[in-house]
């Protein structure tokens, strides 16, 4: 079955850098879009950036513009998240997640979810 599995994650300094990735594996034959999610606690979950097939950004969330830049390598089904500039506001568990074809920052539209990765940004 269709899995997407996250890694990169940790404990940075504010200003640092980290870069997420997500891999999908499993049947996965049509266009479809993959996004970044996050939740901090106490928070509502909030899309972060999402991608679609045509490997062009489709949105960020204004608080991460100009800070983070998604991408995808079609051929090896995988999305990157590179945050730069980190936040203590950037904490949170953030997720990967895919629907069929395009876009969307609601979350309910997605269909297949990772587990979820840690990224804490703390002095």
């Known amino acids: 079955q269709l899995q997407l599995v996250e890694s990169g994650g940790g404990l940075v300094h504010p200003g640092g850098s980290l870069r997420l990735s997500c891999v999908v594996s499993?049947?996965?034959?049509?266009?479809?879009?993959l996004g970044w999610f996050r939740q901090a606690p106490g928070k509502e979950r909030e899309g972060v950036s999402c991608?679609?097939?045509?490997?062009?950004?489709?949105y960020y969330i204004n608080s991460v513009k100009g800070r983070f830049t998604i991408s995808r390598d079609n051929a090896k089904n995988t999305t990157d998240l590179t945050m730069n500039d980190l936040k203590p506001e950037d904490t949170a568990v953030y997720y990967c997640?895919?629907?069929?074809?395009?876009?969307?920052?609601?979350?309910?539209?997605?269909?297949?979810w990772g587990q979820g990765i840690q990224v804490t940004v703390s002095s």
């Open positions: 499993g049947p996965n034959f049509a266009s479809y879009a």
């Open positions: 991608v679609n097939s045509d490997q062009t950004p489709t």
């Open positions: 997640a895919r629907r069929y074809h395009f876009c969307t920052d609601k979350g309910d539209l997605y269909t297949h």
